[in-house]
């Protein structure tokens, strides 16, 4: 294959290149997942050259050292990262109208609407960064929500509190610490300010689903509880989870410690 003499570990923006030989991959980071029926949804990609515009200038990284299937295959990455950030969008906007829906306090549905716009520009980030490897303008399709508020009038703590300790505390919470050490191994300035502003928002997305957790905890009492428990209990037996020193070492003290309290 013309791919197998391609790097392991691409130190142009520190995420890891597959080979056919098996080697392993770092998926990019993640915002907070749509997830509709437990499926995640993602727009596919389009040509299009809105999203890719940033309002504080062009994201132009470094490709002349690139070879051109480095360049194919980091603009793949990156387009599917950007399709990601783009749903999660939608993901805090449902957020905030669970929130509403359960009487939440104004500093958490404001937060969940800054999350929001955080995410959006993440999108456009990743977007434009896809689009200059690519050499071309890529962009998101439609994205299918149909189904994503069917059960929106209905929403109890319990559920609102086991979506936020998966996607949030956990999901955020690692998607925050991946982004920072992607930037710490990143050579190209541009991709690295991307990178960086990625773990400084999603740190305070990860912050936003803990202040949520403990709302709902103290709302809901006993059923929130129970229902963390089980949540807890099914995310410590995933392999992938639980061999994240991450998770070992910070996300599982603390929420320890909360339900424990």
């Known amino acids: 294959s ?41 727009a596919k990609h389009t040509s299009r050259s809105d999203w890719p515009a940033v309002s504080d200038g062009a994201l132009e990284p470094t490709i002349a050292t690139l070879t051109s299937e480095e360049r194919a295959m980091l603009a793949e990455m990156w387009a599917r990262d950007a399709a990601s950030e783009h749903a999660s969008i939608a993901s805090f906007s449902r957020f905030s109208l669970q929130l509403l829906a359960l009487g939440a306090p104004a500093e958490l549905v404001e937060a969940a609407h ?15 960064l896809a689009s200059a490897y690519a050499g071309e303008a890529i962009g998101p399709g439609p994205l299918d929500v149909s189904g994503a508020l069917d059960h929106i009038a ?31 191994l990143c050579i190209d300035p541009h991709v690295r300010d991307v990178l960086t502003r990625v773990a400084d928002d999603e740190e305070g997305h990860a ?55």
Request: charged share 25%.
């Open 207 to 261: 912050e936003l689903a803990w202040r949520a957790l403990v709302w709902a905890m103290r709302t809901g009492g006993n059923d929130v509880r129970d229902a963390l428990e089980k949540s807890l209990a099914r995310i410590s037996a995933a392999d992938e989870i639980s061999r994240n020193s991450l998770f070992t070492s910070v996300i599982l003290p603390c929420m320890r410690a909360l339900l424990d309290a």
């Open 114 to 128: 800054v999350a929001a716009l955080d995410e959006a520009r993440h999108a456009r980030d990743a977007y434009a």
């Open 2 to 42: 013309g791919d197998a003499g391609l790097p392991r570990f691409h130190p142009h923006n520190g995420m890891v290149i597959q080979l056919p030989d098996g080697g392993v991959i770092r998926r990019p980071f993640m915002g907070r997942p749509l997830r509709v029926q437990d499926e995640p949804r993602v």
């Open 154 to 184: 209905d929403v109890t703590l319990a559920r609102l509190a086991i979506e936020t300790f998966e996607e949030g505390c956990v999901g955020e919470t690692i998607a925050a610490w991946d982004a920072r050490e992607k930037a710490a």
